[in-house]
C-alpha cells in the first residue's frame, strides 16, 4: 500500500527553477538590507504560548499552530515582530542600542486556504530599536531601504506611499475627536476601497457630526507634490503639539529622500494610510505596485514607541518594515513578472566525459570549480541523446565534452546550449567565454516588468 | 504584569556577533553545494503525519512533534530526506533525473534536552536521485563534497571515513550469516566505543561461532592505506558477488579521490562504518574531527536503493549526505574553534554626522552604498563619547566623520578601529583604504583550527 504523497494546501512548495528565482530574490533582500548596516537575526518558530499570546486577543489567536508537547504549551510564531520583542527584552543587556536587525524566516497563520494566501509564509523584516529613544533619521532612511529594495529586484513602478500618525492624532485631536481616532483611522483606511460618501456615512454612524465629517474629508483628500501636502499640512499648524510634532517628522522624512536616492516618482505623502495595527505611533509606510493597486501594500510598517511592553519595562521605540515574501513570490508568478531569461540551471557546465576512465573529467571539473564554475559531472551510462535531452531541460548554459581526441590535444568542447555554438580551446579561453557568456546572462534582474509602451503594443 | 520573556530549552538563539558566523557558514554550504551542480530546495516544514510517519515505528515517532489543525493530523519534519522523499515522489514527473539538490532547513526533533542536543536544528544535506540507475561516480564524487566543504570553513584535522554495505553484507554471506548482518553491523559499530574483546563476546550473543567472530574481528580490524586495504579486501575476492560488486565500487571512489583533489590523510577506508540506518546499500560516510573523536560524526550519509518507496512504485536509488548544522556550530563555539577575527559588525563604516543638517551625511552613505559598503548611518542625539562607545561595542571596522570642515574641504575623515589610525582623504581614497581593510579582515576561515604547534605550546 503506497501513501499518496502530497503538500499541504496552504503550503508553497517550488520547483526547482521557481526556487533559484527565490532564492535569488532572498539574497537580494540579504544584501540590501545589510547594506544599511543590519545584522541577521534568527529566532526559533516555536515559542511558548504565553510569549507569543502576550498581547492576546483577536484575530491572531484564532490563527495561531498552537499545540501542547508533553507539559510544554507551545505555539508557531506567526509574525516576526513578537519574537524580536522577546528576544530583545530577553538579551537587551547584551545588545547595543540602535539595534539594527534584519529576519527572513517562516511565520505561520491557520488561515482558510484560497488562491494566494498561504498558511506557511515567508516575511523578510528590519526593525531599529532604539534603548528609550530613537532619532527620526530612522524612519527617514526606511523609504530608502524601500527604494533600494524593490529596484534592485527589477521593480520599477512602485510607489511609496507615507503617513504619520502624530499628524492624523493631532488632527483629530484638534476636531475633538481624539477618543475615537481609532475607529476614525480604520474607515478613513476604507476610502481607495468604497470611495468618499460611503466613508463619510459610516463616520457619520460613529457619532461624528456631519461638519467634522466633511473637515476629516477634505483633510484627507489633501493632495499633490510632497512639497504642495505639506504646504497644505502646514496651515493647520498651531493648533495642536502633537500635530506640529508628527509634521516636523514628515517633513524630516521628505527632506532627506534625495540625499538618499529616492526619486520623487516612488514617494507620495498619502493622508489616507493609517496602518491597521493600533501601536504605530509615528511614521507609516505602505508599497504599492502602481500596475497592480488590487494587491494592496506589498511592503509596510512604521514607527513603534514599546516593542516589548509585555515583557519588560524598558522602554525599546523602534521603526521597521515587512514584506510578505511568499505572497509577493506568489503574484510575481502568477502576474508572469519572474525574469525566466535568469540562469537558474543547477549547473552552468553540464561534463559529458566520453572516455572509460573519467579521471581527465573529474580533474577538468575539479579545474572548473576552483575557477568558481559550478559543474555538474554527469556520469551516468546513457545515449549521447538522453545526456542532450537532460541538459537542454536543466536548461544548463554549457555543455562541456571531454573525449579522446580533447585530453590528447589538451583542448575542451564546448557547446553553447543557447546559440548552439561550439568551441574547441584550451580551458582558460574556455573558462573565459564560460564566464563572460555567465555573467551576461546574470546581468538582468529577477524581477521583469515591462514597460507601459510594451503592455500597450 | 509582564511576562518573563524566555527562549525554550533545546532551541538555539544566537546573539548577532555567532549569528553573523552561523550565516557565514550556512553561505559557504550553498556556495558549495552549488559548485557541484546542486540546485536549492525548499519544502514545508509541516508536513501531513501519515506522509512523515510513513515509515514508521522507531524513535522517530516518539520524538516528532505531531499535533491536529482543524481535523488535519500534522506533523513537523524530523529530518530533510523523509520531505525529499515526498518532493521527488510528487513531483517526479516535473524533475530531471539526475536530481541533484541541496537543502539547509530546521528539523525538529522532542529529545530530553541536555547540553548539546536540540530540538529545533539545521541540517544541511546534499542527495543525487536517479530515476531508476545511478552511477557509482556520483558516490566517488561525495567525499569531494564533504573535503572542499570543510576545508572552506577551515577546518583541517578532519578524516572522511570510507566503506561499501556491500562488502559487509557480502562479506557475512560469505560467513553464512547474511541474516544477522544487520545486529552483526550494529554490534561491530561499537569497536571504537568498547574495544574488540566486548564485540566479540556480543556477537557470540547473538550465536555467532567464536571461530566466525574471530573471522569478522580479523576482517574489520584491516588496517593500512587505502591501498593496502584494498589489497586485503582482494585476497576475498571470487567467493560472494555482492562482495565483489563493493569492492569494485569501493576501488573506484578510492580512483578518482586524487583527481577530485581529496588527499590522502583527509581519507581513509574504514571497514568498521556501517551507519545506524537501515536503507544504506552501497558507499557510506562517516566524517571526524581528529582532535575531537568524542563528537562522532559531523557529516553522514550514504549510497541507498529506494528512496520513496513509500510514496511511490518508482525506483528512485540515490546517495546523500547531512551536516547537523546546530549541533556543529554549537561544538566549535564549545571548543573555541569560531574565529572571531571575521568581520561580523553589522556594518563596515558608522557614519557620525557632526552638522545639524544631514543632508551630506545622507549622501555620503548613499555614495558607499552604492560603492558596496554596507554603511551605518548614525542619527542619535548623543555625546560623542557615546557614540564612539557604541562604535567599540558593535565592533564596527570603520567610524567616519562628516563635520563642517570636511564638507567644506570636500575630505572625510576615517578613523580604522583597529589601529587607531585616523585619515583625512577624498571619497575615493578612503573608499579605497575601507575596501583593503576589509578584504584583509575577510581573508580568513570561519573556523579557526589551532595547529598541532600551537596546541602544544
Known amino acids: 500500500m503506497k501513501i499518496q504523497p502530497r503538500t499541504l494546501s496552504g503550503f508553497m512548495e517550488l520547483l526547482p527553477k521557481q526556487q533559484v528565482l527565490m532564492e535569488k530574490i532572498m539574497q537580494t533582500l540579504r544584501e540590501t538590507y545589510s547594506l544599511y548596516g543590519f545584522t541577521p537575526l534568527d529566532t526559533p518558530i516555536i515559542e511558548a504560548s504565553e510569549i507569543l499570546l502576550a498581547k492576546g486577543g483577536g484575530e491572531t489567536e484564532k490563527q495561531i499552530y498552537r499545540f501542547t508537547k508533553g507539559d510544554s504549551d507551545l505555539s508557531l510564531r506567526f509574525d516576526l515582530t513578537v519574537p524580536l520583542a522577546k528576544y530583545v527584552a530577553l538579551h537587551c543587556n547584551e545588545l547595543s542600542f540602535p539595534f539594527r536587525r534584519y529576519q527572513i524566516g517562516k511565520v505561520y497563520r491557520g488561515e482558510r486556504p484560497q488562491r494566494g494566501r498561504f498558511r506557511e509564509l515567508y516575511q523578510a523584516d528590519i526593525d531599529v530599536i532604539g534603548d528609550g529613544k530613537l532619532d527620526i533619521t530612522n524612519e527617514a ?131 489616507t494610510i493609517a496602518r491597521g495595527l493600533d501601536y504605530y505611533t509615528g511614521t507609516v509606510y505602505e508599497t504599492m505596485m502602481l500596475d497592480h493597486p488590487e494587491i494592496g501594500s506589498i511592503c509596510s510598517g512604521g514607527r513603534y514607541d514599546n516593542l516589548a511592553e509585555y515583557y519588560t519595562d524598558k522602554l525599546l521605540p523602534g521603526v521597521g518594515i515587512s514584506i510578505g515574501l511568499t505572497r509577493l513570490f506568489y503574484i510575481l508568478n502568477e502576474q508572469d513578472m519572474l525574469n525566466e531569461e535568469q540562469n537558474t540551471a543547477p549547473a552552468d557546465v553540464l561534463l559529458l566525459p566520453m572516455t572509460e576512465d573519467l579521471s581527465p573529467a573529474v580533474k577538468l571539473a575539479t579545474r572548473f570549480r576552483n575557477a568558481g564554475v559550478r559543474v555538474q559531472l554527469y556520469g551516468e551510462q546513457k545515449k549521447f541523446k538522453a545526456k542532450m535531452n537532460y541538459a537542454d531541460k536543466i536548461g544548463v548554459p554549457y555543455v562541456v565534452f571531454l573525449g579522446e581526441d580533447e585530453i590528447r590535444d589538451g583542448v575542451v568542447a564546448c557547446k553553447d546550449m543557447k546559440s548552439g555554438e561550439q568551441t574547441k580551446l584550451g580551458f582558460e579561453e574556455t573558462l573565459e567565454r564560460v564566464r563572460e557568456g555567465l555573467a551576461k546572462r546574470n546581468e538582468g534582474s529577477v524581477i521583469l516588468e515591462l514597460g507601459p509602451s510594451a503592455v500597450s503594443s
Open 141 to 271: 532612511e526606511i523609504p530608502a531601504i524601500i527604494y533600494q529594495t524593490f529596484s534592485k529586484l527589477g521593480l520599477k513602478k512602485f510607489q511609496i506611499r507615507v503617513n504619520n500618525r502624530k499628524v492624523l492624532n493631532g488632527f483629530y485631536a484638534m476636531l475633538g475627536l481624539q477618543e475615537q481616532s481609532g475607529d476614525i483611522m480604520r474607515t478613513v483606511d476604507k476610502l481607495e476601497k468604497i470611495g468618499p460618501e460611503k466613508v463619510k456615512r459610516l463616520l457619520i454612524e460613529l457619532g461624528v457630526s456631519e461638519e467634522k465629517a466633511g473637515e476629516i474629508l477634505e483633510f484627507i483628500g489633501i493632495r499633490g507634490t510632497n512639497e504642495e501636502v505639506l504646504e497644505a499640512l502646514n496651515g493647520y499648524r498651531g493648533r495642536n503639539d502633537i500635530f506640529d510634532l508628527g509634521l516636523d517628522e514628515l517633513g524630516t522624512v521628505v527632506k532627506y529622500l534625495g540625499a538618499f536616492g529616492v526619486p520623487e516618482e516612488n514617494f507620495v505623502v498619502d493622508l
